[in-house]
C-alpha cells in the first residue's frame, strides 16, 4: 500500500496552483489536509506526478467577516472551526458540526475546502453547506466565480472544478437571530460516516426553508416543501417517498429517521447556538 | 496440586505489573517491522483478484524478469499440506505461489522483490495475468450440491469431510413436550491483531542457517513446518518471534509467504522481508467464525433438557491450513455444542465445507463462540416456549457442583466448577433497576433487553485430545529450561510465545513462587528457536497451564539442588533448607541465592563432593494430571437497548462472572477478560466481511469493516470465582479465550428479550442495523414466524 512516486510542491500563492494545475493538464493534484487523498493514494486509486500542498496557502487559511456572511477560508481545519479560532456565522450551529466529523486527530488536519472538493456523499459539510445555504468560492486563471454548494457538488465524490481551478473558500450566510437549525446524523460508531443524516434550516425573517438530506451514495438531496415539512402538514416519510424510489426498507427508516430528528432538534432548541 | 493459600504478595496470586509493559508503553517494543537489514529487499506479491479461475498465462515485463517470481521458479519447494487423520478427510495442497489455478481473492501468485516495497509494487502494477474465470463457490449452504465446479479437481464434491454423532438420541426424545428449531449464522470474520503478519528472513553462511524472523504465535511449528516445504534440515532453520503485537489465531499458521521469503532469501543471499500491510489483511485474510446451524432443542413440561439435535455446516474455505487443518473447527463443533448442560441425547452431524475464500483458521475460543451463539438462543427459545426465565432454564440444566468431575455426554471431563453459582452472581450483579427505571422512561422507539450466556471452556487440552484430530500438531510435554545465572539471576526459557498474554511476568510469576528470586531478576525468554525448548507454541488457552506448569516443575528440581548445595554452604541437611527472600535459609544461619550461583560457576572448590554434576541449569517437562483440559467457564449478562427506529443496538450494562480457577496475576486474567469482550462485542454487532456471489470479499478497508472501537464498549464488571483444578500445577484453568466467546451469545439474548413483545428474533450475527430493522418490517407484516 505505497503510492506511485510523485512529485511536491507548496506553491506562494493560489495563482501559481492554478498555473500548475493547467501546465500539469491533469496530471497534478491538489492536496489540503490529504486525509482522503492520502490513503487514495496509498490504495493506488488515484495515481497523481504531483501533488501541490495548499495546506499552508495564506489566501485560503484566512476568514473574512462580511456584514451578511462569512468567508471561510477551503484551508480552514475541521479542528479550528470546532475550536472557535475562526468566526462561525451561526454562532455555534457549525461549530458543533466540525466537533462531530471524524476523530480529533483526523479534524485536526482535515479541511473543510477538502471534504467539499471530495464530496463523499456522507460527509458532513456537504449536507450543513447545502442547508445552510453557503457559496462555493472558486478562482480559475483568469476569473473567479461564485455558486451555491449544492452547485458545486455534483455528484458522489465528484465536483463542479475545472481541471485548472481551486476552491478558495466557502461563503457562509448569517442566520437571523430567531432562525431554527437541526442537524443529526446516524453513526453507529464514533468517528464513521453518517449512514444516513438530515438537516432542516428555518428562517422565518429572511424567509428560508431548507430540508436536506445526506449520506444518499449521491450529492445531498434538498426536498421539496420544506415549509410544509417543518411545519409539520407533510411527514417525512411521504417528503422523500417520491424523490428516492428505489431504497430498501432498512435505509429509507433510517433516513425517516434522521429527518424527524433534526426537526425535534429544530423545534426544541430555537435561537442559534443554544 | 499445590494450596493456593500459601501464596505470597507477590508471587502467585499476585498482581504484579506487567514486566514487558515498560517497553511496550515507551514504543521500545521491537516487532519484525522494526528490523533493519544491510541489503534487505521488500517483497510485494500480486495477488488473485478473482475467487477462482485457472491461470491461463502470466506476463513479466521485460526488464524486470529477475525481480518477479512465480510457481515454476520454485524448484525443490512443496506447497503446504495439513491433513487430518480422521476418516474421510479430503487433502488439499496449499500453494506457495498459485501455478494453475486460484481459489480464493488475494492467494498470492506472483512475487515482486526490489530495494524497497513502493518499487516492489511499482513491479507488480506491471504485471499481467491472464485468468479463465471459473464460477465461484461463494455459499457454503450450497457448495456440496452435485453439479457445482469442484475446488479441488480430484474431490467428489466440496467438503474436507463430513462427521457424524449419535448418542440415545431416539429414547431421550420420547418424552419431549417442548421443540423448538432455530436456524444459526455467524459472518466471516477477519481478526484483527494490530501488527499483521510479518516475516523477515536471511541465509547465514557462517551457520549454514536460514534465520526467519516472523510474527507468528508458534516458532517451533512454523520452523518444522518451514523445513518440510523448503526440503531443508530443521537445524538449518532458525525461527524467532521477536515482539508480536497480537495473535488471536491469525498468526497460529504457516504461511505461504514465509515458505517463499526463506526461499528467496536462500536464492537471493540477500535479507527478505515482507509485512502485511491493511489491505491485503483485509481482502486475503478474511478467515474465521463462519458458521451455519440448524439446531432443535427438545426439552420435557418442566424445563428439562432432552436432547439437542445439530447439523453444523462450517465455511472451511479454499485450503487446510497448516498445522490446525481445515477440520478442527467443526470437530469442535460437535463436540462442544452441549455446552456446560446436562442432556440424555445428542445427535450433530458437520460438514467442513471448501469454498473459494481464504482458509479458515482458529480465532481465540475457535468454535466455542459460534456454539455458545447457537447453544444458548436455543436454550432461550426453550425458555419462552416454556415461559420459564432464561435464569431458571439453566440453572435446571446445568451440571452441578456436586456432580464435578463430570463426564458429559460428548464425553468431556468437566474437572471442577458451579456453573449456577456463576449465573446466580452474573443476575444480582447485573443492574437490573437501571434496567428498570429505563424501562419506564423510554420513548415508544426504544425497547430494552436482559441476555445470558454461559459456557465452559476447555483450554491446554493435550495428546489424547489432539491426536484423535490427526493433525499435523499434537501436543505433548511441555517444557522448560531454567538457568541460575552466575549473578543469581534465573532465566526462564519456554517455547510458547508471549504476544500481550503477559507471560513475562506470570511466567517469571511462577519461578519467583518456586524459587524465592524477585520477579525482576528473572527473564523469560521466548520466542526463538535456538534459544527455547520445542513447543506447539501459543494456542487454546493453554500457556500458563502447560507452560507454566513446565516452569514449576523445572523449579522444583532446580530448587533442589540450590538447597543441597546450600546445605553444604551451610552445614545443614538439604530437608531443612527453605528459599525464602532469595536466600536459603537453614535452622540458624542463611546464605543468598547468589552466593550459591557464584559458588557453582565460580568457586566450584566450595561445592559438596556428590553435587549433581548437572549443575544450575535444568530443563523438565510437565503434563496435567489427565491431558483432557482445564475446564474454566464464564456467565455473561447484560443489558441492551435496541432503537426501533435505527435498528441500533446500545450495550448498557455487562457483567462477566469468571472461573479461572486458581489466578497467577488477577490483572492479566482481568485484562485477557475484558480485550476477549470488546472482541466478542465485535462479533455480535460489528464485524462481517460480506463476499458477494463472485467470491469478492466487499469490505477493502477499515471503513468499511467495523472493529469496535473504545465508545462501543460500556463499563466491564469482572466478578471472579476461584475453583482450582484439580489437573493442573496450581489450580490454575486457561482464561485466554474466554472472554471473546460469551459475548454474541448474550447480547442476541439480550436483543431478543427486548423485541419478543413485538414479536420478533434475530439468529444471525452480527445484529446490523438493517438486520434489525428488516426483522422488524417482517413482523409487521407478519412474515416472522
Ligand atoms: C478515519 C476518517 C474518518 C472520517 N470521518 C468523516 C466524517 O465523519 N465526516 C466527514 O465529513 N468527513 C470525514 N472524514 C473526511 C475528512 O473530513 C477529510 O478531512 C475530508 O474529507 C478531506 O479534507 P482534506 O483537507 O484532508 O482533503 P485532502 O484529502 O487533502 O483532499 C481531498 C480532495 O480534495 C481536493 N482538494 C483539497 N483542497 C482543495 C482545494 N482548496 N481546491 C480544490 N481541490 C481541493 C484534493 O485534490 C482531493 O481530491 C474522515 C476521514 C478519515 C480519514
Redesign the pocket.
Known sequence: MKPVSFDYSVPENSLAVVEHLKNAQGTA???????????MLNLRL?RTNALID??LLAE?RKCVVNQDNVFIG??I??AEIEDGDVQDPTNGWMREAAG????RA??S??????????A?P?????IVLTGLKAFAIVQGLSSNRKLPVENFITGPFT?D?KED????GVEVPKPSATAKWGYWKF?RQV????KASAVIYHDEHKQITRCAIGALGRQPLLLHNPEKIFDGTLTPANAIKESLPDRDFAEMTMHVTAIERALSIARNRSEPGK | MKDPKSYRSNGIGASVKRLEDDRYLRGRGKFVGDIRLPGMLEIAFVRSPLAHANIKNIHKPEGVEESVFICEDLISVSGIKADSGLPGFKSSVQPILASKKVRHVGEPVVACVAKNRAAAEDIADSIHIEFEELPAIHDMKTAMDAGNPLIHESWDKNCFLETNVETNFDEAIISASSIVKRTFQTARQCMAPMEGRAVVAQWDDQLSQLTVHSATQMPHIVRTGLSECLGLEEGKIRVVAPDVGGGFGYKGILLAEEVFAGWLAMKTGRPVRWLEDRREHLTSGANCREHHYEVVGYADSTGQLLAVSCEAIVDSGAYSIYPFSACLEAAQVASILPGPYKMLGYKCKTYSVATNKPPILPYRGVARTGVCFAMELIMDALARDLDMSPKDIRIKNLVKKHEMPFINITNKHFDSGDYCEAVERASTAIDFDKLRVRKQNCNANEKLGFGLSIFCEQGAHGTSVYRGYGIPMVPGFEQSNLRLTPDGGLEVRVGVQSHGQGLETTLAQIASQELSIEESKIKVVHGDTAYTPYSTGTWGSRCIVMAGGAVSAASEVLAKRIKKIAAHLLQASPEEIILKDGKAQGKNNEIAISDIAHAWYRQPHLLPEDVDPRGLEVTEGYKTVRDTGTFSYACHAVIVSVDLELGNVKILDYVVVEDAGTMINPMVVDGQVLGGVAQGVGTALFEEMPFDTAGQPMASTL?DYHLPVASDLPPIQIIHMETPSPISRYGQKGIGESGAIGPPAAIANAVNDALAPLGVEINQIPITPSRVLKALSSAKMGLNS
Not at chain 1, 29 to 39: D, E, F, M, T, Y
Not at chain 1, 122 to 126: G, I, Q, S
Not at chain 1, 165 to 168: G, N
Request: with cysteine.
Open positions: 493534484k491538489i492536496v489540503a489536509g490529504n486525509q482522503s487523498l492520502g490513503p488515484v495548499v495546506g485560503v477551503a484551508g481545519t475541521h462531530n466529523i471524524a476523530y483526523v479534524r488536519r482535515g479541511t473543510i475546502g477538502g471534504s467539499l472538493c471530495h463523499d456522507a460527509a458532513d459539510w456537504l465536483n472544478l481551478e481551486i476552491l478558495m453513526m468517528g464513521e460516516f453518517a | 471503513a
